[in-house]
C-alpha cells in the first residue's frame, strides 16, 4: 500500500493511525481522519451496511416485544449518502435562499459523502470558477457549488 501522508510514520505522533479497515499503519493529515484513504474508508462502511443487511435479514421481522436494546441498533435505518448530505447542510441552519460558503475539510469533519465528486478535483464540479456556469450538484433542497479549490458554496432554496 503506497504512504499517501507526507508525514513520517511515528508511532509516538497524533498522526499515527491503524486503518480499521486493511490495519495499515499509517500518518493522517487531518487528526479527524483513520483510514489510511478514501477507498478503506468507503469499503469499511460498504462491509458494515452489509453486516447491518444481513443482521436485520437474518433476525427477521421483530415483535416488539422481542426488541431489545441490542437488535435495535443493527435495525437502524442507513441513511443514503444524499440523506447523510442533506442532514449535514441542514445542521448549517441555512434560510432558505440564502447561501454559505463551506470549507471542504469542515464537510469532512461532518462525515460528508464526497462520493467522488468533490474529492479528487475532476468530477462534475471541476473548474467551477466561471460564474457557477449551471453546473451544480443537488441534494434535496441544496443546490451545491465547487467555488475554489477547496470550498463548497451552499444554496438553500425556498
Ligand atoms: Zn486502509
Do not use: W
Not at 508525514?7 to 480499521?20: A, E, G, H, M, V
Amino acid at each position: 500500500m503506497k504512504q499517501q501522508s507526507t508525514f513520517k510514520l511515528d508511532p509516538q505522533s497524533d498522526r499515527y493511525r491503524i486503518c480499521p479497515y486493511c490495519k495499515n499503519p499509517h500518518m493522517v493529515v487531518h487528526r479527524n481522519a483513520d483510514f489510511c484513504n478514501r477507498k478503506c474508508a468507503n469499503d469499511f462502511h460498504n462491509r458494515n451496511k452489509k453486516i447491518a443487511k444481513e443482521l436485520s435479514a437474518l433476525l427477521g421481522p421483530l415483535e416488539p416485544s422481542a426488541v431489545t436494546e441490542e437488535s435495535t441498533i443493527s435495525i437502524v435505518p442507513v441513511l443514503t449518502p444524499s440523506q447523510v448530505n442533506i442532514q449535514i447542510f441542514d445542521s448549517f441552519e441555512i434560510e432558505p435562499g440564502d447561501e454559505l460558503e463551506v470549507h471542504f475539510d469542515e464537510l469532512e469533519i461532518k462525515g460528508f459523502d464526497f462520493d467522488g465528486k468533490y474529492a479528487s478535483g475532476r468530477g462534475n464540479l471541476f473548474n467551477m470558477h466561471k460564474k457557477y456556469n449551471g453546473h451544480y450538484t443537488q441534494y434535496g433542497r441544496y443546490k451545491t457549488f465547487r467555488t475554489d479549490f477547496s470550498k463548497l458554496l451552499i444554496y438553500k432554496e425556498n
